[in-house]
Structure formats: C-alpha cells, structure tokens
C-alpha cells in the first residue's frame, strides 16, 4: 500500500519557469492537501480539494493553481516560478469524517534559482 | 485569529529522562487535535488524535492528553529512536488544518 505518492523528489527551476507537481493517493480520500514546509514557519496550506473537480484556496495560494481532474490525483503548478517559492511541498489526504487525521507524502524539495 | 503555539522549540534529553512537549492553541470550533511525528527527509507521519479535553491517549512512550486551551505530548523513557520533530494540528469548522511550527527532540544514549 504506497499512500501518498509524490512526484518528483527533488527540482532545481530558474526563475520564471514552469512546472507542476504531482500528487497520487491509492486511499480513496476525497480530501487532498498541498503544503509548503519552510523553517521556522510550520506547515502552511497553498490550496486543497474536497472532491473531484473542486478546489479551494488556503492560506498561502498565490503564484499557485491546481488542478483535480482525478480523484486520486491532485497537481499543484507553478506558472513563473520565483525565489520565493523555494520550499519543502508536501501533500497530504484524508477521508470525510469529522476526526480522521490527514496522510502526508515525503514532499518535494524545490529550489528556485 | 486561529494560532497554534509549540513549546519549546527544541529539547535534548538524555536516554531514559522523561518529559512533556506542549501545544497551545487559540481557535474556535475545535473538531480535533492532531499529532504527528516528522523524521528528517520525511512526511509528517500521524500518531494521535484527540477529541475533546480531558481524552488522553497512549501509544508505547507516547501519551497525549488534551485540555480546552493546550495539549501535551508527554515522552516516557525515551530511546533515541524517537529523536524527531514532533507537530500538532487543530482542524476547526471547515477542512483547514492549521499547524504549530514543531518541537525538535533529540534523545542522546
């Protein structure tokens, strides 16, 4: 049982350029969650999805979209990447109960030059 | 303003010396606490939820208790297989999760 899955591991971007990750949960959770990790400053949330087809901002979305056109998938694009944006992204999902707990992916380290 | 306060930052103890972490938090609509374990180059894994103050609930060293205002991981004996960053989360009304910056433990043979 894989989890969450996210791809790649690791991405050197230069300023400006594009890209996306990618999120994959074999759970069957219809919640899903992107997260950037910087130090000192906790897991903060970019944007997450209550189901297919929908999405919602967090508290951090700008410079960011997404997109959940599969419900065991969920992508976070960076359409001109800036310095700002290097961090740790991790992905997280959950079933719909009140008290279920969220199941983290071991991220992507992304660093903007 | 929803806030998640961890203390301390950082602890060292040595193999054996028990002590407790601490999350304060100020939310409304409280629909659990959550705490999760986090090793260098990983995800945060989960280790507990709690529901509502006075619920406690224990898994090997681990004990988590929960009161209106504050949380606390409490570590007995600890090995140094338990040195990580240890986080708490609060999910109020809605499906935000809002996480305190962590304690980072270090557990010395």
């Known amino acids: 049982n894989a989890g969450v899955t996210q791809t790649p591991k690791f991405r050197v971007l230069k300023t400006g350029q594009s890209m996306t990750l990618l999120c994959a949960q074999d759970m069957n959770h219809e919640y899903m969650y992107w997260y950037r990790q910087d130090p000192g400053m906790g897991l903060r949330l970019i944007h997450y999805?209550?189901?297919?087809?929908?999405?919602a901002k967090g508290e951090v979305p700008d410079g960011y979209n997404v997109s959940r056109l599969k419900k065991q998938n969920f992508l976070l694009g960076l359409e001109s990447a800036a310095p700002s944006q290097t961090s740790v992204y991790f992905c997280?999902?959950?079933?719909?109960?009140?008290?279920?707990?969220?199941?983290f992916g071991d991220g992507t380290r992304l660093s903007i030059l | 303003e929803d806030q998640v306060t961890q203390s301390p930052e950082a602890l060292r103890l040595q193999e054996g010396e028990s002590s407790s972490l601490n999350c304060s938090y100020t939310?409304?609509?409280?629909?659990?606490l959550f705490w999760y374990r986090q090793d260098p180059g990983k995800g945060p894994e989960f280790l507990f939820t709690l529901y509502s103050a006075g619920e406690e609930k224990e898994k090997e060293r681990l004990k988590a208790t929960l009161t209106k205002k504050e949380s606390f991981l409490h570590i007995t004996a600890p090995k140094p297989e338990d040195s990580a960053t240890y986080l708490c989360a609060v999910r109020v009304t809605g499906n935000q999760f809002y996480f305190g910056t962590g304690t980072s433990l270090t557990v010395i043979p």
């Open positions: 939310v409304s609509g409280l629909r659990g």
């Open positions: 997280a999902s959950r079933q719909t109960q009140t008290y279920q707990p969220q199941h």
């Open positions: 999805s209550v189901g297919e087809g929908t999405t």
